[in-house]
């Protein structure tokens, strides 16, 4: 039951006690891409509170109960889930469980435009993603997800319904004998927050910090206008936090969160100056900096990528040189649809 950083398969299912009180459960999800996401139980006093609550598959409730029954609960028990972000495998459990038990459904409030255009188009909206990918000039990889994926994504059912609490930066959350605070950090959503309990010296991370990958950015329904600026400063903020145990949704527990938030910073740095590098040497488009670039930590060649995971490497390429235009760092022009990037000549003002 003892759950440390690198034993075994995080991945496997069951329930596993990070710290007095608190329960990590990995739950299932439908791609192999990301392959678990971890669900924190905490039990304080009358409180059994969730940071996550997992994608609603039809599973998922009971794997989630028979996690829960080995320190003797179950989820009808749950007064509350705090949620990390809006993305599905976070948050569609939550509407889940309240729907079935009444539990109390808090989200940061970043993301109230988000929820609110799924909760509107009903469905896994790919158009902003879509209308990302035309701008950035990969026609190629709309065709491909097209032909993949059909021309709308599958019908489900609506579960974007709204919170009962839109949690603000720096929000105290008092449980029974133990408060959290909420942090607000921007960047793979607008409305991404993480939980901090100073007292035990742990950090619900969500998808914030990655202890091995590096967590997308501006992937959602209304996105940011500079994420990748935002994220870079909410990294920074969890260095004002004292180095507190990683607790994050996909991936094993770590003792240092510092560690890795330095790790982040310098890929991004490393990102940017190789999107500079690409731009210099010719590229125009996101896409084809994207095409010359290396993808994952192994370094596989882009058209090694399926096609979702080359819309990902298309948009983080434009986030990318998003940035580095407003760090003048990069000129953009528009024609049309399409969007160019050049690096700024000596005379350019
Ligand atoms: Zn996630």
């Given at each position: 039951?003892?759950?440390?950083?690198?034993?075994?398969?995080?991945?496997?299912?069951?329930?596993?006690?990070?710290?007095?009180?608190?329960?990590?459960?990995?739950?299932?999800?439908?791609?192999?891409?990301?392959?678990?996401?971890?669900?924190?139980?905490?039990?304080?006093?009358?409180?059994?509170?969730?940071?996550?609550?997992?994608?609603?598959?039809?599973?998922?409730?009971?794997?989630?109960?028979?996690?829960?029954?080995?320190?003797?609960?179950?989820?009808?028990?749950?007064?509350?889930?705090?949620?990390?972000?809006?993305?599905?495998?976070?948050?569609?459990?939550?509407?889940?469980?309240?729907?079935?038990?009444?539990?109390?459904?808090?989200?940061g409030i970043g993301?109230r435009?988000?929820?609110?255009?799924?909760?509107?188009?009903?469905?896994?909206?790919?158009?902003?993603?879509?209308?990302?990918?035309?701008?950035?000039?990969?026609?190629?990889?709309?065709?491909?997800?097209?032909?993949?994926?059909?021309?709308?994504?599958?019908?489900?059912?609506?579960?974007?319904?709204?919170?009962?609490?839109w949690l603000k930066?720096?929000?105290?959350?008092?449980?029974?004998?133990?408060?959290?605070?909420?942090?607000?950090?921007?960047?793979?959503?607008?409305g991404?927050?993480?939980?901090?309990?100073?007292?035990?010296?742990?950090?619900?991370?969500?998808?914030?910090?990655?202890?091995?990958?590096?967590?997308?950015?501006?992937?959602?329904?209304?996105?940011?206008?500079?994420?990748?600026?935002?994220?870079?400063?909410?990294?920074?903020?969890?260095?004002?936090?004292?180095?507190?145990?990683?607790?994050?949704?996909?991936?094993?527990?770590?003792?240092?969160?510092?560690?890795?938030?330095?790790?982040?910073?310098?890929?991004?740095?490393?990102?940017?100056?190789?999107?500079?590098?690409?731009?210099?040497?010719?590229?125009?488009?996101?896409?084809?900096?994207?095409?010359?670039?290396?993808?994952?930590?192994?370094?596989?060649?882009?058209?090694?990528?399926?096609?979702?995971?080359?819309?990902?490497?298309?948009?983080?390429?434009?986030?990318?040189?998003?940035?580095?235009?407003?760090?003048?760092?990069?000129?953009?022009?528009?024609?049309?649809?399409?969007?160019?990037?050049?690096?700024?000549?000596?005379?350019?003002?």
């Amino acid at each position: 039951m003892a759950d440390s950083a690198g034993s075994g398969d995080w991945t496997e299912p069951g329930l596993f006690t990070v710290a007095p009180g608190v329960h990590r459960i990995p739950l299932p999800l439908p791609h192999d891409g990301l392959r678990a996401v971890n669900v924190y139980a905490i039990e304080s006093g009358d409180d059994l509170v969730l940071v996550d609550a997992g994608w609603a598959l039809a599973e998922t409730g009971g794997l989630l109960d028979a996690a829960l029954d080995q320190i003797g609960r179950n989820s009808a028990e749950v007064t509350r889930c705090l949620v990390t972000h809006v993305h599905r495998d976070h948050y569609t459990m939550a509407v889940i469980l309240r729907r079935r038990f009444g539990t109390h459904v808090a989200l940061g409030i970043g993301d109230r435009p988000s929820l609110t255009a799924l909760g509107e188009s009903g469905l896994e909206d790919m158009s902003e993603h879509v209308l990302r990918m035309e701008r950035a000039g990969a026609e190629p990889v709309i065709r491909a997800l097209r032909e993949a994926f059909g021309d709308t994504p599958p019908q489900r059912e609506n579960v974007w319904e709204q919170p009962d609490e839109w949690l603000k930066d720096q929000a105290t959350i008092a449980l029974g004998g133990r408060e959290l605070r909420a942090v607000a950090t921007p960047g793979h959503t607008q409305g991404h927050t993480v939980f901090a309990d100073l007292a035990h010296h742990l950090l619900f991370a969500g998808d914030h910090v990655l202890p091995r990958i590096t967590p997308s950015v501006g992937f959602e329904a209304v996105m940011a206008e500079l994420p990748l600026g935002d994220y870079l400063r909410s990294l920074r903020l969890m260095l004002d936090l004292p180095d507190l145990r990683l607790l994050p949704a996909h991936g094993p527990v770590m003792d240092t969160t510092h560690a890795r938030v330095h790790a982040l910073l310098a890929h991004h740095e490393d990102r940017l100056n190789a999107c500079l590098e690409r731009i210099a040497a010719g590229a125009h488009t996101a896409y084809e900096a994207a095409l010359a670039l290396p993808w994952t930590r192994r370094g596989r060649r882009f058209s090694e990528l399926d096609p979702f995971n080359q819309m990902f490497a298309v948009l983080e390429t434009g986030v990318h040189l998003d940035l580095l235009v407003a760090q003048g760092r990069l000129a953009r022009a528009a024609t049309g649809e399409l969007v160019t990037y050049a690096v700024p000549g000596p005379a350019a003002g």
